[in-house]
């Protein structure tokens, strides 16, 4: 078990630029969640995939991001012409969902600057 | 819909002192309860979670939380904080009935610990 990773770290991008993040969660976990963090807030809830559906998207997701997760494992996250509002630290985390007590289990997060 | 208030933003203490972070939470029904802790730049480590059962949960690096459904309110607890405990912590509810999967922050408390 090596925990939930993501790629990149660090990302600074020019605004209007397309930028994606990875996430690669804990194997065998069947839930896969992306959270955005602002400076001085606490996570919030952007969407998340049970397998390869996504289940639920957060009013918080606008069209100009996307987040597929192709084969049930590892899961992208697109913002399309990225706003200086983008600016965030974006975390992704899984869990095994065998009922409904499940726990989350969070990655580094990659933190991006749309300057 | 669910919320959870951290009153404190910032706390200090010296170490080898008590530590109690506190958290309120708003949910209709049995709410499921996490604290996780985050230092600097980095993602979510889980601490300690209450599902059921035992109100006095105890969690990872010496730290317990108790469960008071009369108060709406789950503190996070450490009898003798240690230098490296210093990060913010965020107290979460998940909601039951099969919907534990959004989970809502706080906005968290920020730890300092002074030698």
């Known amino acids: 078990d090596t925990g939930v990773s993501q790629d990149p770290r660090h990302k600074i991008t020019k605004r209007g630029q397309n930028v994606t993040f990875r996430c690669d969660p804990i194997?065998?976990?069947?839930?896969l969640y992306w959270y955005r963090q602002t400076l001085g807030q606490g996570p919030e809830f952007l969407t998340y995939?049970?397998?390869?559906?996504?289940?639920?998207k957060s009013r918080l997701l606008s069209d100009r991001f996307s987040a597929e997760r192709p084969k049930g494992s590892f899961s992208t996250l697109e913002i399309q012409r990225t706003e200086q509002g983008d600016s965030a630290m974006y975390l992704c985390?899984?869990?095994?969902?065998?009922?409904?007590?499940?726990?989350?289990?969070f990655g580094p997060g990659t933190r991006l600057l749309v300057l | 819909a669910q919320s959870v208030t951290q009153p404190d933003i910032h706390i200090t203490v010296s170490e080898g002192a008590s530590l109690e972070l506190r958290c309120n939470y708003s949910y209709g029904a049995t709410p499921y309860l996490f604290w996780y802790v985050q230092s600097p730049g980095q993602g979510l480590q889980l601490l300690l979670k209450y599902f059921s059962g035992d109100t006095l949960v105890q969690g990872i690096k010496g730290f317990e939380a108790e469960f008071k459904r009369s108060q709406s309110s789950f503190n996070l607890r450490k009898p003798s904080v240690h230098w490296s405990d210093a990060a913010e912590y965020f107290c979460a509810v998940g909601a039951g009935g099969g919907s534990n999967y959004k989970l809502t922050f706080g906005k968290g408390t920020l730890l300092t610990v002074n030698p």
């Open positions: 985390a899984s869990s095994l969902a065998l009922w409904e007590q499940e726990t989350q289990y």
């Open positions: 194997s065998e976990h069947n839930r």
């Open positions: 995939f049970q397998n390869e559906a996504q289940l639920e």
